[in-house]
């Protein structure tokens, strides 16, 4: 199991360039099973999940090819069926979430498809049923075979059906797999209480070039008029935003001067006014983010005087991802914020490990923590620590990059699965982070 060695208080300089966004990536990933075409897509970031997502394409029979700095190569016009009910497709679905993805485009394109129980985050219950229910009302059928854990999906006919729908939750994989199953389905179909996310605009964008008929993107309405074939298309991922957050929030809390590179910050939506209401300067220059140097940041208080709640809540809400990233941030701060983590359970338990470093923070219950911050006068101590998942695993590598002293955080797979090659872009900021087997 691989480590990182951080040896914190050191102030961070520079310029730093944003990955291409990972929600993003699954996402267009998936899309290349709906043609037979030529698809291209660029800004892909080097991260563990994406590239086992294209290893699973490639397994499949879908060509790849990397054409280096993260542009790739897709065509799908051989997807080899009889792999789906192999051993192996059991055992690389099961370890990435982003496997439920691929099961839109399969049954859109080909009628059939399955699903091995996907993995990912420990990061409490990810139900699935807007997927399911989304395909079932399009007219495919399930069956679950509780001895191998795999769900079998088949349409009667050999093609979906356009039809209304009104998703249970604005989920966002659940309505880009059910947007994907759609565009090749037979009539219309109307997606309400849709999720409008960046990254699933960009899923919608890309659908349209390839020929499909989707209306009504960046709404909680969509309508898709179904379309026989999808030819092949170019594509770039989008920076991603929780990364932008995580480099402003790094900046905060080491009182480090950063610039944060091509953004996309029309797409950062409330991102940057939840980091200027907890104190943070962000000056936007062009499609930069300049970060000063702050030596206090000072978290506002809402208009009665009451203390400051940040919650998360669907788009264009604050993102969940970005509220482990707001909760470490605020140990340093000046002044007590609440946090309120109401999409997913279980993610605030990584406090504890604040809480170690000498964090003033008062969980609540599974969803609610309240933090005092230390406005900079008690720095954090150095621990050893485990990472839990992908953001909480940042946010225990930034606590660390501002402590006093030398910590150790194990089980850094997680931060690499979502984060690429952060140790190196890091240290070129100034860090002092080795890594060990």
């Given at each position: 199991m691989s480590s990182f060695i951080v040896e914190g208080g050191h102030k961070l300089s520079g310029e730093v360039i944003p990955q291409g966004a990972k929600n993003e990536a699954l996402q267009i990933l998936s899309s290349v099973l709906l043609t037979p075409g030529e698809v291209e897509i660029s800004n892909l970031p080097d991260i563990v999940d994406v590239n086992k997502l294209i290893d699973l394409l490639g397994s499949m029979g879908v060509k790849t090819k990397n054409r280096g700095d993260g542009s790739w190569w897709f065509k799908a016009d051989d997807v080899n069926l009889d792999y789906l009910s192999s051993d192996e497709f059991s055992k690389k679905g099961s370890s990435l979430r982003g496997s439920v993805m691929i099961l839109g485009p399969l049954l859109s394109r080909f009628g059939l498809g399955a699903l091995p129980r996907p993995g990912g985050d420990k990061i409490g219950r990810r139900r699935m049923d807007t997927h399911f229910l989304g395909f079932k009302a399009l007219g495919a059928e399930f069956s679950y075979d509780a001895a191998t854990g795999f769900f079998n999906a088949t349409v009667p006919g050999g093609r979906l059906k356009g039809t209304s729908m009104l998703l249970d939750e604005a989920s966002v994989t659940g309505t880009a797999n059910v947007v994907m199953a759609a565009t090749l389905a037979e009539g219309k179909?109307?997606?309400?209480?849709?999720?409008?996310?960046?990254?699933?605009?960009?899923?919608?964008?890309?659908?349209?070039?390839?020929?499909?008929?989707?209306?009504?993107?960046?709404?909680?309405?969509?309508?898709?008029?179904?379309?026989?074939?999808l030819k092949g298309a170019k594509h770039r991922c989008l920076p991603d935003m929780i990364e932008v957050g995580s480099f402003i929030g790094l900046a905060a809390m080491t009182k480090s001067e950063i610039t944060i590179k091509d953004v996309c910050y029309e797409e950062l939506g409330i991102i940057p006014r939840i980091f200027r209401r907890m104190g943070v300067k962000?000056?936007?220059?062009?499609?930069?983010?300049?970060?000063?140097?702050?030596?206090?940041?000072?978290?506002?208080?809402?208009?009665?005087?009451?203390?400051?709640?940040?919650?998360?809540?669907?788009?264009?809400?604050?993102?969940?991802?970005?509220?482990?990233?707001?909760?470490?941030?605020?140990?340093?701060?000046?002044?007590?914020?609440?946090?309120?983590?109401?999409?997913?359970?279980?993610?605030?338990?990584?406090?504890?490990?604040?809480?170690?470093?000498?964090?003033?923070?008062?969980?609540?219950?599974?969803?609610?923590?309240?933090?005092?911050?230390?406005?900079?006068?008690?720095?954090l101590r150095a621990v050893t620590m485990t990472s839990p998942d992908i953001r909480a695993g940042v946010s225990l590598l930034i606590a660390a990059l501002s402590a006093k002293g030398t910590s150790t955080i194990h089980n850094i797979g997680q931060i690499d699965r979502g984060y690429q090659n952060i140790d190196t872009r890091l240290k070129n900021l100034g860090a002092q982070i080795t890594r060990v087997q």
């Open positions: 179909t109307t997606i309400y209480n849709a999720a409008c996310e960046p990254y699933l605009q960009q899923l919608c964008k890309l659908i349209n070039q390839m020929g499909g008929k989707i209306k009504g993107v960046g709404s909680n309405l969509l309508t898709i008029e179904g379309v026989d074939s962000i000056d936007r220059r062009g499609d930069d983010i300049y970060i000063p140097s702050q030596n206090h940041y000072e978290i506002e208080k809402f208009i009665d005087g009451s203390i400051l709640t940040v919650s998360d809540a669907p788009w264009p809400g604050f993102t969940p991802d970005l509220l482990s990233i707001i909760l470490v941030m605020a140990t340093q701060a000046k002044g007590s914020v609440m946090i309120h983590q109401k999409m997913f359970e279980s993610r605030l338990f990584f406090v504890d490990k604040l809480i170690d470093m000498g964090a003033q923070i008062i969980l609540c219950d599974p969803h609610r923590a309240t933090v005092i911050g230390l406005d900079h006068t008690i720095p």
